[in-house]
Protein backbone atom coordinates (compact mmCIF):
# COMPACT_ATOMS: atom_id res chain seq x y z
CA UNK A 1 0.00 0.00 0.00
CA UNK A 2 3.18 2.58 0.41
CA UNK A 3 4.15 1.32 -2.97
CA UNK A 4 7.83 0.36 -0.89
CA UNK A 5 8.30 -3.00 -2.87
CA UNK A 6 11.91 -3.89 -3.50
CA UNK A 7 11.65 -6.70 -6.19
CA UNK A 8 9.71 -8.40 -8.89
CA UNK A 9 9.11 -11.37 -6.73
CA UNK A 10 6.08 -10.52 -5.35
CA UNK A 11 4.46 -9.96 -8.94
CA UNK A 12 5.69 -12.87 -10.12
CA UNK A 13 4.49 -15.40 -7.36
CA UNK A 14 0.54 -13.27 -7.69
CA UNK A 15 0.82 -14.34 -11.18
CA UNK A 16 1.19 -18.35 -10.34
CA UNK A 17 -1.26 -17.64 -8.02
CA UNK A 18 -3.68 -15.82 -9.93
CA UNK A 19 -2.98 -18.96 -12.63
CA UNK A 20 -3.83 -21.67 -10.15
CA UNK A 21 -6.76 -19.91 -8.93
CA UNK A 22 -8.66 -19.60 -12.41
CA UNK A 23 -7.11 -23.50 -12.79
CA UNK A 24 -4.61 -23.09 -15.40
CA UNK A 25 -0.53 -23.72 -15.22
CA UNK A 26 1.12 -21.61 -13.44
CA UNK A 27 2.98 -19.15 -15.80
CA UNK A 28 4.34 -15.89 -15.04
CA UNK A 29 4.78 -12.94 -17.60
CA UNK A 30 7.26 -11.37 -15.71
CA UNK A 31 10.06 -13.91 -16.17
CA UNK A 32 9.04 -14.43 -19.73
CA UNK A 33 5.72 -14.68 -22.05
CA UNK A 34 3.48 -17.60 -20.91
CA UNK A 35 7.24 -19.11 -18.77
CA UNK A 36 6.19 -21.85 -16.69
CA UNK A 37 7.14 -20.93 -13.53
CA UNK A 38 7.64 -24.99 -12.86
CA UNK A 39 10.63 -24.43 -15.04
CA UNK A 40 12.08 -22.03 -12.46
CA UNK A 41 11.76 -23.18 -9.01
CA UNK A 42 9.39 -26.56 -8.19
CA UNK A 43 6.90 -24.74 -5.69
CA UNK A 44 3.61 -26.42 -6.17
CA UNK A 45 3.05 -26.02 -2.88
CA UNK A 46 2.06 -22.47 -3.73
CA UNK A 47 -1.01 -23.85 -5.30
CA UNK A 48 -2.31 -23.91 -2.12
CA UNK A 49 -2.96 -20.21 -1.56
CA UNK A 50 -5.42 -20.68 -5.31
CA UNK A 51 -8.63 -20.65 -2.88
CA UNK A 52 -7.83 -17.52 -1.31
CA UNK A 53 -6.68 -15.76 -3.77
CA UNK A 54 -9.90 -16.30 -5.75
CA UNK A 55 -11.75 -15.05 -3.05
CA UNK A 56 -9.29 -11.59 -2.24
CA UNK A 57 -7.68 -10.88 -5.86
CA UNK A 58 -4.92 -9.00 -4.40
CA UNK A 59 -0.92 -9.03 -3.45
CA UNK A 60 -2.02 -8.06 0.13
CA UNK A 61 -3.91 -12.22 0.07
CA UNK A 62 0.19 -13.50 -0.57
CA UNK A 63 1.46 -10.64 1.94
CA UNK A 64 -0.81 -11.93 4.91
CA UNK A 65 -0.54 -15.75 4.16
CA UNK A 66 3.24 -15.05 4.37
CA UNK A 67 2.77 -13.70 8.01
CA UNK A 68 0.58 -16.28 8.92
CA UNK A 69 2.31 -19.04 8.26
CA UNK A 70 5.39 -17.34 9.47
CA UNK A 71 3.52 -16.83 13.06
CA UNK A 72 2.25 -20.16 12.67
CA UNK A 73 5.81 -21.19 13.25
CA UNK A 74 6.28 -20.46 16.27
CA UNK A 75 3.95 -22.64 17.67
CA UNK A 76 5.45 -25.86 17.87
CA UNK A 77 8.99 -23.67 18.62
CA UNK A 78 7.48 -22.05 21.78
CA UNK A 79 5.64 -25.95 22.80
CA UNK A 80 9.11 -28.41 21.93
CA UNK A 81 10.92 -25.57 24.06
CA UNK A 82 8.38 -25.48 27.09
CA UNK A 83 7.93 -28.78 27.26
CA UNK A 84 11.75 -29.74 27.13
CA UNK A 85 12.65 -26.53 29.51
CA UNK A 86 9.83 -24.84 31.03
CA UNK A 87 7.04 -22.52 30.03
CA UNK A 88 9.45 -19.50 30.76
CA UNK A 89 12.10 -20.52 28.94
CA UNK A 90 9.70 -21.84 26.16
CA UNK A 91 8.55 -18.45 25.88
CA UNK A 92 11.32 -16.68 25.77
CA UNK A 93 12.67 -18.88 23.07
CA UNK A 94 9.63 -18.95 20.72
CA UNK A 95 9.09 -14.49 21.05
CA UNK A 96 13.27 -14.79 20.07
CA UNK A 97 12.66 -16.82 17.15
CA UNK A 98 9.24 -14.95 15.75
CA UNK A 99 11.78 -12.11 16.48
CA UNK A 100 14.70 -13.15 14.49
CA UNK A 101 16.33 -11.05 11.94
CA UNK A 102 15.71 -14.19 9.12
CA UNK A 103 11.95 -13.98 9.83
CA UNK A 104 12.34 -10.16 9.83
CA UNK A 105 14.14 -9.73 6.86
CA UNK A 106 11.74 -12.40 4.71
CA UNK A 107 8.19 -10.65 5.76
CA UNK A 108 10.19 -7.45 4.52
CA UNK A 109 11.01 -8.60 1.17
CA UNK A 110 7.62 -9.46 -0.45
CA UNK A 111 6.57 -13.20 -1.03
CA UNK A 112 8.45 -16.01 -1.48
CA UNK A 113 7.46 -19.92 -1.69
CA UNK A 114 9.73 -20.42 1.48
CA UNK A 115 7.39 -19.19 3.63
CA UNK A 116 6.09 -22.79 3.68
CA UNK A 117 9.08 -24.48 4.87
CA UNK A 118 9.19 -22.44 7.26
CA UNK A 119 6.20 -24.04 9.59
CA UNK A 120 7.33 -27.25 8.56
CA UNK A 121 10.46 -27.22 9.67
CA UNK A 122 9.43 -26.38 13.00
CA UNK A 123 6.68 -28.93 13.63
CA UNK A 124 9.09 -31.41 12.11
CA UNK A 125 12.35 -30.54 14.13
CA UNK A 126 9.55 -30.31 17.23
CA UNK A 127 8.99 -33.93 16.34
CA UNK A 128 12.47 -34.67 16.47
CA UNK A 129 13.36 -33.00 19.77
CA UNK A 130 10.33 -35.08 21.14
CA UNK A 131 11.00 -37.93 19.91
CA UNK A 132 7.99 -38.72 17.21
CA UNK A 133 10.18 -39.73 14.85
CA UNK A 134 7.77 -41.01 12.44
CA UNK A 135 6.02 -37.57 12.46
CA UNK A 136 9.40 -36.05 11.76
CA UNK A 137 9.96 -37.97 8.36
CA UNK A 138 6.34 -37.48 7.30
CA UNK A 139 6.61 -33.66 7.96
CA UNK A 140 9.58 -33.05 6.51
CA UNK A 141 8.35 -34.98 2.84
CA UNK A 142 6.04 -32.36 1.92
CA UNK A 143 9.37 -29.94 1.80
CA UNK A 144 9.82 -31.46 -1.88
CA UNK A 145 6.91 -29.73 -2.78
CA UNK A 146 7.86 -26.19 -1.49
CA UNK A 147 11.67 -25.77 -3.55
CA UNK A 148 13.68 -27.85 -5.11
CA UNK A 149 16.91 -27.59 -2.56
CA UNK A 150 14.42 -28.37 0.36
CA UNK A 151 14.95 -32.14 -0.80
CA UNK A 152 18.45 -32.04 0.55
CA UNK A 153 17.26 -30.32 3.78
CA UNK A 154 14.53 -33.45 4.14
CA UNK A 155 17.33 -36.13 3.31
CA UNK A 156 19.32 -33.96 6.39
CA UNK A 157 16.62 -34.23 9.11
CA UNK A 158 16.33 -37.59 8.25
CA UNK A 159 19.89 -38.59 8.75
CA UNK A 160 19.48 -36.75 12.47
CA UNK A 161 16.56 -38.70 12.79
CA UNK A 162 18.27 -41.73 11.85
CA UNK A 163 21.13 -40.51 14.21
CA UNK A 164 18.94 -39.69 17.22
CA UNK A 165 16.66 -42.95 17.09
CA UNK A 166 19.33 -45.47 16.80
CA UNK A 167 19.83 -46.02 20.93
CA UNK A 168 16.21 -45.79 21.54
CA UNK A 169 14.07 -46.99 18.66
CA UNK A 170 16.90 -48.39 16.44
CA UNK A 171 13.75 -49.95 13.76
CA UNK A 172 13.20 -45.88 13.02
CA UNK A 173 16.78 -45.81 11.50
CA UNK A 174 15.75 -48.17 8.28
CA UNK A 175 13.17 -46.19 7.63
CA UNK A 176 15.06 -42.66 8.05
CA UNK A 177 17.79 -43.48 5.72
CA UNK A 178 15.48 -44.55 3.51
CA UNK A 179 13.71 -41.30 3.72
CA UNK A 180 16.71 -39.57 3.66
CA UNK A 181 17.96 -41.68 0.21
CA UNK A 182 14.50 -41.21 -1.52
CA UNK A 183 14.71 -37.15 -0.63
CA UNK A 184 18.21 -36.55 -1.98
CA UNK A 185 16.93 -38.69 -5.35
CA UNK A 186 13.49 -36.74 -5.74
CA UNK A 187 16.00 -33.54 -5.13
CA UNK A 188 18.54 -34.60 -8.16
CA UNK A 189 15.49 -35.74 -10.16
CA UNK A 190 13.68 -32.68 -9.89
CA UNK A 191 16.97 -30.59 -10.95
CA UNK A 192 17.85 -32.77 -13.39
CA UNK A 193 14.52 -33.58 -15.25
CA UNK A 194 11.49 -32.18 -13.56
CA UNK A 195 12.56 -28.16 -13.91
CA UNK A 196 14.21 -28.72 -16.91
CA UNK A 197 11.06 -30.36 -18.67
CA UNK A 198 8.71 -26.93 -17.82
CA UNK A 199 11.86 -24.82 -18.93
CA UNK A 200 11.87 -23.43 -22.15
CA UNK A 201 16.04 -23.86 -22.63
CA UNK A 202 15.56 -27.41 -21.13
CA UNK A 203 17.89 -26.79 -18.23
CA UNK A 204 18.32 -25.86 -14.69
CA UNK A 205 18.85 -21.78 -15.20
CA UNK A 206 20.52 -21.26 -11.54
CA UNK A 207 23.25 -23.84 -12.47
CA UNK A 208 24.96 -20.75 -13.88
CA UNK A 209 25.09 -19.04 -10.13
CA UNK A 210 27.42 -21.67 -8.69
CA UNK A 211 30.99 -22.00 -10.24
CA UNK A 212 32.20 -20.68 -13.76
CA UNK A 213 29.47 -20.68 -16.74
CA UNK A 214 27.68 -23.11 -14.28
CA UNK A 215 30.30 -26.35 -14.29
CA UNK A 216 30.56 -26.84 -10.71
CA UNK A 217 32.15 -25.33 -7.84
CA UNK A 218 35.61 -23.57 -8.22
CA UNK A 219 38.06 -23.81 -5.40
CA UNK A 220 38.05 -20.43 -4.94
CA UNK A 221 34.11 -20.04 -4.57
CA UNK A 222 33.99 -20.83 -1.40
CA UNK A 223 36.76 -17.80 -0.27
CA UNK A 224 35.04 -15.19 -2.17
CA UNK A 225 33.14 -12.92 0.03
CA UNK A 226 34.16 -14.63 2.87
CA UNK A 227 33.72 -11.57 5.19
CA UNK A 228 30.23 -11.69 4.07
CA UNK A 229 29.68 -15.38 4.85
CA UNK A 230 31.33 -15.06 7.79
CA UNK A 231 29.24 -12.06 9.50
CA UNK A 232 26.14 -14.85 8.43
CA UNK A 233 27.39 -17.32 10.08
CA UNK A 234 27.80 -15.61 13.14
CA UNK A 235 24.27 -13.82 13.23
CA UNK A 236 22.94 -16.99 12.96
CA UNK A 237 24.62 -18.41 15.89
CA UNK A 238 25.28 -15.79 18.30
CA UNK A 239 22.52 -13.60 18.83
CA UNK A 240 20.10 -16.05 18.21
CA UNK A 241 21.90 -19.38 19.83
CA UNK A 242 24.32 -18.03 21.55
CA UNK A 243 26.89 -20.50 19.84
CA UNK A 244 24.59 -23.60 22.40
CA UNK A 245 22.99 -24.88 18.57
CA UNK A 246 26.30 -26.07 17.54
CA UNK A 247 25.89 -29.13 20.23
CA UNK A 248 23.20 -30.45 18.87
CA UNK A 249 22.93 -32.89 15.82
CA UNK A 250 19.33 -30.41 14.44
CA UNK A 251 22.14 -27.82 13.50
CA UNK A 252 23.62 -30.77 10.34
CA UNK A 253 19.74 -29.78 9.03
CA UNK A 254 20.74 -25.93 8.07
CA UNK A 255 23.94 -27.49 6.06
CA UNK A 256 22.28 -27.94 2.98
CA UNK A 257 21.42 -24.34 2.55
CA UNK A 258 24.29 -22.60 3.56
CA UNK A 259 26.29 -25.22 1.40
CA UNK A 260 24.58 -23.90 -1.90
CA UNK A 261 24.36 -20.58 -0.41
CA UNK A 262 27.80 -19.93 0.06
CA UNK A 263 29.38 -22.06 -2.77
CA UNK A 264 27.65 -19.90 -5.27
CA UNK A 265 28.82 -16.94 -6.91
CA UNK A 266 25.47 -15.04 -6.38
CA UNK A 267 26.85 -12.03 -3.31
CA UNK A 268 23.24 -11.85 -2.75
CA UNK A 269 22.98 -15.36 -1.10
CA UNK A 270 25.36 -14.64 0.91
CA UNK A 271 24.45 -11.79 3.21
CA UNK A 272 21.41 -11.41 5.65
CA UNK A 273 19.72 -8.89 3.65
CA UNK A 274 17.39 -10.76 2.19
CA UNK A 275 14.83 -13.73 2.80
CA UNK A 276 17.10 -16.39 2.57
CA UNK A 277 17.67 -17.09 6.25
CA UNK A 278 14.21 -17.52 6.79
CA UNK A 279 14.50 -21.44 6.42
CA UNK A 280 17.58 -21.50 9.17
CA UNK A 281 15.60 -19.81 12.09
CA UNK A 282 13.46 -22.91 12.82
CA UNK A 283 16.97 -25.15 12.62
CA UNK A 284 19.01 -22.46 14.82
CA UNK A 285 15.55 -22.25 17.45
CA UNK A 286 15.33 -25.80 17.53
CA UNK A 287 18.76 -27.02 17.70
CA UNK A 288 19.25 -24.16 20.56
CA UNK A 289 16.74 -26.01 22.46
CA UNK A 290 17.84 -29.34 22.48
CA UNK A 291 21.47 -28.52 23.27
CA UNK A 292 19.67 -26.30 26.20
CA UNK A 293 18.11 -29.63 27.41
CA UNK A 294 21.35 -31.07 27.48
CA UNK A 295 23.03 -28.96 28.80
CA UNK A 296 21.17 -28.23 31.49
CA UNK A 297 22.11 -32.32 32.39
CA UNK A 298 25.86 -31.44 31.68
CA UNK A 299 28.28 -32.44 35.15
CA UNK A 300 30.04 -28.92 34.25
CA UNK A 301 28.56 -26.11 36.38
CA UNK A 302 29.30 -22.92 34.42
CA UNK A 303 27.73 -25.16 31.56
CA UNK A 304 24.31 -25.55 33.06
CA UNK A 305 25.18 -21.93 34.56
CA UNK A 306 25.13 -20.76 30.71
CA UNK A 307 22.35 -22.43 29.98
CA UNK A 308 19.99 -21.28 32.41
CA UNK A 309 20.23 -17.84 31.68
CA UNK A 310 20.57 -18.19 27.51
CA UNK A 311 16.62 -18.05 27.00
CA UNK A 312 16.55 -14.60 28.41
CA UNK A 313 19.33 -13.69 27.05
CA UNK A 314 18.48 -14.66 23.40
CA UNK A 315 15.32 -12.82 23.95
CA UNK A 316 17.03 -9.80 24.98
CA UNK A 317 19.39 -10.15 21.90
CA UNK A 318 16.28 -10.29 19.69
CA UNK A 319 14.52 -7.29 21.24
CA UNK A 320 17.88 -5.28 21.29
CA UNK A 321 18.48 -6.24 17.76
CA UNK A 322 14.71 -5.81 16.44
CA UNK A 323 15.69 -1.90 17.02
CA UNK A 324 17.36 -2.14 13.80
CA UNK A 325 15.65 -4.02 11.72
CA UNK A 326 12.11 -3.49 9.98
CA UNK A 327 10.39 -4.32 12.83
CA UNK A 328 11.47 -0.80 14.27
CA UNK A 329 9.28 0.67 11.63
CA UNK A 330 6.20 0.16 13.71
CA UNK A 331 6.97 2.57 16.10
CA UNK A 332 6.45 5.20 13.07
CA UNK A 333 3.15 6.94 12.61
CA UNK A 334 4.37 7.16 8.49
CA UNK A 335 4.61 3.56 8.33
CA UNK A 336 0.74 3.21 8.55
CA UNK A 337 0.33 6.23 5.97
CA UNK A 338 0.22 5.74 2.09
CA UNK A 339 2.19 9.31 1.78
CA UNK A 340 2.10 11.41 -1.42
CA UNK A 341 4.36 8.78 -3.24
CA UNK A 342 1.73 5.91 -3.00
CA UNK A 343 -1.43 8.53 -3.73
CA UNK A 344 0.52 9.69 -6.60
CA UNK A 345 1.40 6.17 -8.13
CA UNK A 346 -2.19 5.08 -7.53
CA UNK A 347 -3.57 7.69 -9.62
CA UNK A 348 -1.05 7.54 -11.93
CA UNK A 349 -1.42 3.61 -12.19
CA UNK A 350 -4.85 3.90 -12.80
CA UNK A 351 -4.50 5.11 -16.11
CA UNK A 352 -3.56 1.63 -17.48
CA UNK A 353 -7.30 -0.24 -17.88
CA UNK A 354 -7.89 -3.32 -16.57
CA UNK A 355 -6.67 -6.65 -19.09
CA UNK A 356 -4.15 -4.35 -20.78
CA UNK A 357 -0.71 -5.60 -21.83
CA UNK A 358 1.97 -3.65 -19.73
CA UNK A 359 6.05 -3.41 -19.51
CA UNK A 360 6.59 -2.28 -15.82
CA UNK A 361 9.42 -1.89 -13.37
CA UNK A 362 9.50 -2.96 -10.13
CA UNK A 363 7.20 -0.34 -8.11
CA UNK A 364 4.33 -0.47 -10.64
CA UNK A 365 4.14 -4.61 -10.99
CA UNK A 366 2.77 -5.32 -7.87
CA UNK A 367 -0.10 -2.98 -8.52
CA UNK A 368 -0.90 -4.11 -11.85
CA UNK A 369 -0.75 -7.90 -12.20
CA UNK A 370 -4.17 -8.56 -10.60
CA UNK A 371 -5.33 -7.04 -13.49
CA UNK A 372 -3.23 -6.55 -16.18
CA UNK A 373 -0.70 -8.92 -18.17
CA UNK A 374 2.48 -7.56 -17.00
CA UNK A 375 5.76 -8.29 -18.29
CA UNK A 376 9.28 -6.99 -17.13
CA UNK A 377 10.01 -3.87 -19.10
CA UNK A 378 11.78 -5.03 -21.72
CA UNK A 379 11.42 -8.69 -21.46
CA UNK A 380 8.58 -9.24 -23.46
CA UNK A 381 9.68 -10.91 -25.87
CA UNK A 382 7.61 -10.30 -29.22
CA UNK A 383 4.43 -9.34 -27.50
CA UNK A 384 4.56 -5.16 -27.50
CA UNK A 385 2.64 -4.10 -24.94
CA UNK A 386 0.34 -1.98 -25.31
CA UNK A 387 1.53 0.49 -22.43
CA UNK A 388 4.48 0.54 -20.16
CA UNK A 389 4.30 1.63 -16.10
CA UNK A 390 7.70 2.93 -14.85
CA UNK A 391 8.97 4.56 -12.07
CA UNK A 392 11.72 6.84 -11.70
CA UNK A 393 11.60 10.31 -10.12
CA UNK A 394 14.44 11.22 -11.96
CA UNK A 395 13.32 10.62 -16.48
CA UNK A 396 11.38 13.38 -18.61
CA UNK A 397 8.95 12.66 -20.65
CA UNK A 398 11.09 13.23 -23.83
CA UNK A 399 13.76 10.40 -21.78
CA UNK A 400 11.38 7.91 -21.38
CA UNK A 401 9.39 7.88 -24.63
CA UNK A 402 13.22 7.36 -26.47
CA UNK A 403 13.86 4.56 -23.81
CA UNK A 404 10.52 2.81 -25.00
CA UNK A 405 10.86 3.80 -28.58
CA UNK A 406 14.66 1.78 -28.13
CA UNK A 407 13.25 -0.88 -26.33
CA UNK A 408 10.44 -1.60 -28.82
CA UNK A 409 11.60 -0.11 -32.15
CA UNK A 410 9.07 -0.35 -34.98
CA UNK A 411 6.19 -0.56 -32.42
CA UNK A 412 4.91 3.29 -33.32
CA UNK A 413 5.11 6.02 -31.26
CA UNK A 414 4.79 6.62 -27.11
CA UNK A 415 2.74 9.50 -25.29
CA UNK A 416 2.62 9.92 -21.69
CA UNK A 417 -0.82 9.08 -20.29
CA UNK A 418 -0.18 10.06 -17.16
CA UNK A 419 2.56 11.13 -14.59
CA UNK A 420 3.43 12.17 -11.18
CA UNK A 421 5.32 11.32 -7.66
CA UNK A 422 8.18 9.80 -10.43
CA UNK A 423 4.86 7.35 -12.03
CA UNK A 424 4.52 6.82 -15.40
CA UNK A 425 1.80 5.36 -17.68
CA UNK A 426 2.76 5.85 -21.39
CA UNK A 427 0.70 4.17 -24.07
CA UNK A 428 1.32 2.94 -27.45
Known amino acids: MRYHNRSWDLGIFEQVVRSYAHLQAPVSDLKGPGFNILGDHFSPVTALLAPFYRLFPTPVTLLVAQAALFALAVVPVTRAAAALLGRGAGVAIGAAFGLSFGIQRAVDFDFHEIAF ?89 YWSKIGEDGGGVAAGALLDGAGEKARTLLWLLVPTTGLLALRSPLALVALPT ?161 EGGGYWVLRR
Not at 131 to 140: F, G, N
Not at 270 to 288: E, F, I, K, R
Request: net charge positive; aromatic share 8%; glycine share 6%.
Open 117 to 205: AVPLLAFALEAVVRERWRAALLLALPLLLVKEDLGLTAAALAIVVALRARERRPGMVVPALAVALSAALACAVTLTVVIPAFNTGGGYD
Open 258 to 418: LAWRFASREPHYWSTDWHYDAVLMPVAALALTDALARARLSPRPWLRTYAHHLPAAVLAAAAALATTLPTAALASAETYRPGPSAEAGSRVLAAVPDGATVAANVRPISHLTQRCRVFWIGGSGEVVPRYVAYYDPDQTAKSLTAYAERLYPGAGGWSVEA
